[in-house]
């Protein structure tokens, strides 16, 4: 029969305290392995098991393994299992006790057998199972006996013996949850056994259990405050009519605040939980996608700034052994320092994710003015250069200007794009963000594909003079089709691109949005993929380019005037875009410093590209026909400044 999903979560979490402490000696559990020294006849497992706590024995013979005993919470049970035949003499097994579940279940020859099924967690349960009398040795029994890895007896005996003690399971393990030693306590499956509407209060946790008829319009959900804690630091929480449209049917709702959060605190080092966890379950069903939210009301310690929050869900669907908190169907109302409110669409656990080391963007309001200017700017700029250049490849037929002017195109929409984004993402919403992130994201890709272009012309009219350029329609579709492969593939795949949240040092709760890739695995996946690469090629290319330039021109008397030679390589940098490298030095004392530069220099780069142009015109005005003629490659030669352009 199929668990639905309320029994599924309570089995997650008592086997998450069972595994979460690994081999600690503190561990309840119990295992005890040795060798089976038996016949080389049909073997068979014999067991007899009823309730209590006075021990358990594990015995052997000739033809069978034998485990018996007044052990368990709720199992009693008897029967023979027949074993597979094994040669040789001998076989290998393991008896393991869950306490915590009333589980007990046998490992021979490598095949599990279970005698007892999991139950639960219990009441009380026998634990702390220590050894009794010495049984005599013989050539039948079982050898190197282990409790854990520990050998307790190394040659043949025919019986161990184990005597056990009982607990309080609910309140001891609670006590140890909150010294640290396991992560997550279950503890609901007493609360939903209620058959009565009402509170329970239970260790680790304060439940209520509301009942929902079919006339069902909400409801809002008060826990109990335990002793000394003020009422006003209780978890709200209420219930909307479509919970009970969603149910379909009069059930249960059982609200459990979980008063020891560091028993759900997932392993990392970056977050951490606020002191409370709400659980949310309808008995038997899955309820998931309602057309209104829970609303969850947190209480909690001032929460600076500097730290953001996020209202998080607990997701069982990849690993439900592991705490992993998503915010996938939760909104996140901040309604002050100390007080969140959760809005989400679904059935779990719930609770506040806190950021312990931030890392938002320094200085993001002059960043963000900076660029702004900057884009402008550009736009103007390159729309002044795409006039310019088309002028002038009317007037002469130079095979360089088609990837000048496919430069200015690119760069025209990627600033432009970038200069809309941020209005987009805050006034229009998500689904023109996804078309403006993509639109974006291709321009920025269609830039860098133009200016490793660059680089490549420059190597080929530098070192392979006498050999012809390509065809002048090869440009356009390189420089503007490739990116749009790359793009359609992550659009097609989809939840790639929307809004994206940038953090601000001063205000981390309050992020800049814009248009651009989403924060999540896949978005990062694909950046890296697809940005980075493409970035990395054009610096490198540029960077290398630049220094077979000035290798090849560095003994020129023009290149001995400093200006001349730093407006080549600033010409040259300008069209191969290296100044995109300062992305990758974004780290260290200096990073404030690289970050402004970048800025600058990046969203300006439409106007310093027509700054380059308008130099080079003014250069050639000044040195007269007699020097440069009507020849750019004249001007290659000299100044470096327009190394793509020849005269055809």
């Not at 009441?123 to 409790?147: F, K, Q, R, W």
């Not at 008397?557 to 600033?570: D, L, P, T």
């Amino acid at each position: 029969m199929e668990l639905r999903l309320t029994d599924a979560l309570k089995t997650v979490f008592v086997f998450i305290i069972i595994f979460a402490s690994g081999s600690s000696e503190n561990d309840r559990d119990f295992m005890f392995c040795g060798i089976w020294h038996h016949g080389n006849d049909s073997l068979k497992l014999n067991y007899n098991l009823s309730r209590g706590c006075e021990g358990i024995s594990i015995s052997a013979n000739e033809s069978s393994l034998s485990v018996e005993g007044r052990i368990t919470a709720r199992c009693a049970r008897s029967n023979v299992i027949q074993l597979n035949h094994v040669s040789g003499g001998q076989s290998h097994f393991c008896l393991y006790w869950e306490p915590l579940l009333d589980q007990l279940w046998v490992t021979v020859g490598g095949q599990d057998h279970t005698l007892c099924k999991p139950a639960g967690l219990q009441d009380s349960c026998c634990t702390d199972l220590s050894s009794g009398a010495n049984a005599p040795e013989g050539a039948y029994g079982i050898g190197n006996g282990a409790v854990r890895s520990d050998i307790v007896y190394s040659k043949t005996r025919t019986a161990y013996t184990f005597f056990g003690e009982k607990i309080n399971c609910k309140k001891e393990f609670c006590d140890e949850a909150g010294q640290g030693s396991t992560q997550v306590n279950m503890i609901e499956e007493a609360v939903m056994r209620s058959q009565a509407v009402g509170s329970v209060e239970l260790p680790c946790a304060l439940s209520s259990v509301v009942e929902m008829k079919e006339d069902f319009r909400g409801y809002n959900v008060i826990l109990p405050a335990p002793g000394g804690v003020p009422p006003e630091s209780i978890p709200s929480v209420h219930l909307p009519p479509a919970l009970g449209l969603a149910a379909g049917k009069p059930a249960k709702v059982v609200c459990t605040f979980f008063t020891n959060a560091s028993l759900f605190q997932e392993s990392r080092d970056d977050f951490r939980i606020v002191d409370n966890v709400v659980g949310i379950t309808v008995e038997n069903e899955i309820i998931t996608d309602l057309s209104e939210p829970i609303k969850i009301g947190f209480h909690h310690d001032v929460i600076p700034k500097t730290h953001s929050r996020k209202c998080v869900s607990w997701d069982t669907r990849k690993d439900p052994l592991k705490v992993n908190w998503l915010e996938q169907g939760c909104l996140t109302n901040q309604k002050g320092a100390q007080e969140t409110e959760c809005l989400c669409n679904h059935l779990t656990y719930f609770t506040i994710l806190v950021q312990l080391e931030p890392r938002p963007v320094r200085h993001l309001l002059a960043l963000t003015v900076i660029t702004s200017v900057g884009c402008l700017i550009s736009v103007i700029s390159c729309i002044a250069l795409i006039i310019f250049l088309y002028r002038k490849k009317r007037q002469a037929k130079e095979k360089s200007i088609p990837i000048h002017l496919g430069l200015a195109v690119s760069l025209l929409l990627l600033n432009a794009f970038f200069f809309f984004t941020g209005t987009v993402a805050n006034t229009v919403g998500e689904r023109m963000c996804v078309w403006v992130g993509l639109s974006l994201h291709y321009a920025l890709l269609s830039s860098f594909t133009w200016m490793a272009m660059e680089v490549f012309h420059t190597f080929w009219l530098v070192y392979m003079v006498f050999s012809p350029s390509p065809e002048p329609y090869v440009w356009p579709l390189i420089g503007f089709g490739l990116p749009a492969v790359p793009v359609t593939i992550l659009a097609a795949v989809g939840d790639i691109y929307g809004v994206r949240e940038v953090a601000q040092s001063d205000d981390i709760n309050n992020p800049y949005l814009m248009c651009w890739m989403k924060d999540t695995y896949k978005a990062s996946l694909a950046h890296y993929c697809t940005t980075i690469p493409l970035l990395a090629i054009v610096v490198s290319a540029g960077l290398v380019m630049l220094f077979l330039v000035r290798k090849q021109i560095q003994t020129r008397e023009e290149w001995r005037q400093n200006w001349v030679a730093f407006a080549s390589i600033w010409g040259l940098s300008c069209l191969f875009g290296t100044t995109w490298g300062l992305a990758f030095l974004d780290f260290g004392p200096l990073s404030d410093f690289v970050l402004f530069l970048s800025c600058i220099l990046n969203s300006f780069q439409g106007f310093l590209l027509m700054l380059r142009f308008y130099m080079l015109g003014w250069m050639r005005r000044q040195a007269g026909a007699s020097t440069l003629g009507t020849s750019s490659t004249g001007s290659t030669k000299h100044h470096m400044l327009q190394p793509q352009e020849e005269k055809s």
